[in-house]
């Protein structure tokens, strides 16, 4: 069973601070890697996307993926309110399947 | 507008009931998706396709069906065999995947709160 693990959190951080999300996963060939932002009681929404080892940036956010360590992170700077959500870590299964997801972890940006 | 929709938003259940729920999408993705999310938890897999008149059992198919008769949709029936229907349930749509590369992730619709009463 192909698995995606995180920290539940809560995660709680300042405002202005870098929140740092760590999800590890178990398929040595996975290809895929995303991170998910989800409101409550709101549907998932695709903040960044990663498919080789290194950092990849997009404004405020960063992932890392490092497949030797089979680990992947999403640092968050200058952390705003308005980013208090869960995050989740998805993965690819075998190829013609589905995302494998993380539990999620839920960070809260205090101000 | 591109997009995925999910209908209903709220959906209640009796007990020995089949509902089924909605999925429509306009962005010519091959490939659709149902999850599960009950409260706490990631996604789990119910049901996905690939392909026209193909799915495949995810890992909780048990008391659920569905069907892939058109490329834009893809309804599931939540079936009186399924015990524990109360979830947030998410469909969602990619243009799948290329020996496991998936290209932009999925779009996801809003969802359906499924509630017995």
């Known amino acids: 069973q192909k698995e995606v693990e995180q920290n539940s959190g809560p995660l709680s951080v300042p405002e202005g601070a870098i929140a740092s999300l760590n999800c590890t996963y178990s398929d040595r060939g996975s290809q895929s890697f995303f991170w998910y932002r989800q409101y409550s009681g709101k549907s998932p929404e695709l903040i960044m996307s990663?498919?080789?080892?290194g950092d990849k940036e997009d404004g405020r956010f960063t992932a890392q993926l490092n497949k030797a360590s089979q680990y992947v992170s999403l640092l968050i700077r200058d952390s705003q309110p308005s980013d208090s959500a869960t995050y989740l870590c998805?993965?690819?299964?075998?190829?013609?399947?589905?995302?494998?997801f993380g539990k999620g972890t839920t960070l809260s940006v205090s101000s | 507008d591109g997009g995925i929709t999910q209908s209903p938003k709220y959906l209640f259940r009796k007990e020995g009931q089949n509902v089924t729920l909605s999925c429509e999408q306009n962005?010519?993705?091959?490939?659709m998706y149902w999850y599960r999310q009950d409260p706490g938890q990631g996604l789990r897999l119910i049901y996905y396709?690939?392909?026209?008149?193909?799915?495949q059992k995810g890992d909780i198919a048990e008391g659920y069906s569905v069907s892939r008769e058109k490329k834009e949709s893809f309804p599931l029936t939540v079936t009186s065999a399924q015990k524990n229907p109360t979830a947030f349930y998410l469909c969602a749509s990619s243009l799948g995947d290329d020996r496991g590369r998936f290209e932009d992730g999925y779009t996801f619709g809003s969802g359906t709160r499924l509630t017995v009463v």
């Open positions: 962005l010519n993705h091959d490939a």
């Open positions: 998805a993965v690819n299964g075998q190829a013609g399947t589905a995302l494998i």
């Open positions: 990663i498919y080789s080892n």
């Open positions: 396709s690939q392909i026209v008149n193909d799915f």
